[in-house]
């Protein structure tokens, strides 16, 4: 059982950070420092920093990993390609997990998804994405990692906004005589509080590093 430990936690108003701080109190893990738009508190050096806010925030994140030199899991979506490289930069002094999904079940989705492309490779493919309507990216950071699994190909995404879906995501094959499609759905934000718990976990064990929530469940 990996021992308890204190955590920073940048954007805990939000729907997903709420979930984080109950999920990780379960564990017996103190929420030692928090940040959102309004709020500054601290209350003891957190160990490591868990970041579920949004790009606008991303410089405070970088600064915050340098004042605590803290290791770092962010679930932030829509980060620009400038930002994934400030990331990658400051993983030579910590560890950094970065994923814009932190759902087991969709990493699973992610290696059917290599294995369909490596058989049906000349078939018509689309992706659809379902997420709720306060969502602020689209297409969601999920749909771009699945059409990113095909470099050469042109694969378009279809983003719906409805009410309080959490996340649905398939990804469809089309052939001249059938259709196979691939589905994940998020019932509860807490599968992805628990794909951060275990990522926390993960970038403790490391000294530096950058790493996606694909090297955590497959623990490369």
């Given at each position: 059982?990996t021992?308890?430990f204190?955590?920073g936690l940048?954007?805990f108003?939000g729907?997903?950070?709420?979930?984080?701080?109950?999920?990780?109190?379960?564990?017996?893990n103190?929420?030692?420092?928090k940040?959102?738009?309004?709020?500054?508190?601290q209350?003891?050096?957190?160990?490591?920093?868990?970041?579920c806010s949004l790009p606008v925030?991303f410089?405070?994140?970088?600064e915050?990993?340098?004042?605590?030199?803290?290791p770092?899991?962010?679930?932030?979506?829509?980060l620009?390609?400038?930002q994934?490289?400030?990331l990658?930069?400051i993983?030579?002094?910590v560890?950094?997990?970065?994923?814009?999904?932190?759902?087991?079940g969709?990493?699973i989705?992610?290696?059917?998804?290599?294995?369909?492309?490596?058989?049906l490779g000349?078939?018509?493919?689309?992706?659809?994405?379902s997420?709720?309507?306060?969502?602020k990216?689209?297409?969601?950071?999920?749909?771009?990692?699945?059409?990113?699994?095909?470099p050469d190909?042109k694969?378009?995404i279809?983003?719906?906004?409805?009410?309080?879906?959490?996340?649905?995501?398939?990804i469809?094959?089309?052939?001249m005589?059938?259709?196979?499609?691939l589905?994940?759905i998020?019932?509860s934000?807490?599968?992805?509080?628990?794909?951060?718990?275990?990522?926390?976990?993960?970038?403790?064990?490391?000294?530096?590093?950058?790493?996606?929530?694909s090297?955590v469940?497959f623990?490369?």
């Open positions: 059982m021992n308890s204190k955590y940048i954007g108003t729907r997903l950070g709420r979930e984080v701080v109950s999920t990780f109190a379960e564990s017996k103190e929420l030692v420092f940040f959102d738009e309004n709020t500054t508190e209350k003891d050096t957190p160990q490591i920093l868990i970041d925030v410089e405070r994140t970088i915050f990993v340098n004042q605590f030199n803290a770092l899991v962010i679930a932030t979506t829509g620009s390609e400038q994934l490289n400030i990658k930069n993983s030579e002094k560890s950094v997990v970065q994923s814009y999904n932190f759902s087991v969709v990493q989705l992610l290696k059917l998804t290599e294995t369909a492309k490596e058989k000349d078939w018509d493919i689309e992706i659809i994405e997420h709720h309507r306060f969502k990216d689209k297409p969601s950071g999920t749909a771009k990692m699945l059409r990113d699994l095909f190909k694969v378009p279809s983003s719906l906004r409805l009410g309080n879906v959490v996340g649905e995501h398939t469809y094959f089309g052939g005589g059938e259709v196979l499609s589905s994940h998020a019932i934000r807490r599968t992805f509080a628990e794909g951060i718990l275990k990522s926390a976990e993960f970038a403790l064990s490391k000294d530096k590093g950058f790493y996606s929530f090297d469940i623990n490369k």
